[in-house]
């Protein structure tokens, strides 16, 4: 069965900083991978989609990696402004014919100005 | 103004009673789906469905139970049965296409008195 994990569970930065989030995943065999953002008590924005044959997307201040083979992705966002505090979560589509995204727990960023 | 819309976005429920919530779109996507969200978790997925009058059981289906009758809706009901209903409900969309990014809508908090 699918595992996601992310690390660090919470995360504290100066504002202008560059930093990095990490997910890593149990099976290899995946469709796509995906970023979420999450606000207090809010539902989920899609921020990036990586398919299991791309390396990297890039969306503005954001940039998501992929290793499939050695099951991880990063996403790195660089100068990080107040309004980038939220939780940030990875999913995963796992193999042929599955319509079901596993979630990690997520990573709560603070941006402090 | 299309989207996703949740209601109601918080929710009572006494013990012994059924709840029902209420998920709509227009965006025209052919698959919905229900996730529920504990504190410091990730997204659990309740039920999903790819097609009208069509729908399949999730990781965590017991105690819920849901319809699937027009495009637009997909509501969810939790029954007595569901003895921890305690969460943060969130219904998404996506066109139906494997691997498909997902919309989610802005959830509903359901507490038990």
């Known amino acids: 069965k699918q595992e996601v994990t992310q690390i660090p569970a919470a995360l504290s930065v100066p504002e202008g900083e560059n930093l990095v989030l990490n997910c890593s995943f149990t099976?290899?065999?995946?469709?796509?991978l995906q970023w979420f953002r999450q606000d207090p008590g809010k539902g989920l924005t899609s921020l990036l989609l990586i398919q299991s044959s791309q390396r990297e997307q890039t969306s503005g201040r954001l940039n998501a990696s992929l290793d499939k083979s050695s099951g991880r992705s990063t996403l790195y966002i660089a100068a990080s402004q107040p309004g980038d505090s939220a939780t940030y979560l990875c999913?995963?589509?796992?193999?042929?014919?599955?319509?079901?995204?596993?979630f990690g727990k997520g990573t709560k960023l603070s941006v402090i100005p | 103004d299309g989207g996703i819309t949740q209601s109601p976005k918080y929710l009572f429920r006494k013990e012994g009673q059924n709840v029902t919530l209420s998920c709509e779109q227009n965006?025209?996507?052919?698959?919905m789906y229900w996730y529920r969200q504990d504190p410091g978790q990730g997204l659990r997925l309740i039920y999903y469905s790819q097609i009208v009058n069509d729908f399949q059981k999730g990781d965590i289906a017991e105690g819920y139970s849901v319809s699937r009758e027009k495009k637009e809706s997909f509501p969810l009901t939790v029954t007595s049965a569901q003895k921890n209903p305690t969460a943060f409900y969130l219904c998404?969309?996506?066109?139906?296409?494997?691997?498909?990014?997902?919309?989610f809508g802005p959830g509903t908090r359901l507490l038990v008195l």
């Open positions: 099976d290899s065999a995946i469709y796509n």
């Open positions: 999913a995963v589509y796992s193999g042929a014919g599955s319509y079901q995204l596993t």
């Open positions: 998404a969309t996506s066109s139906g296409g494997l691997g498909e990014t997902q919309y």
């Open positions: 965006l025209n996507h052919d698959a």
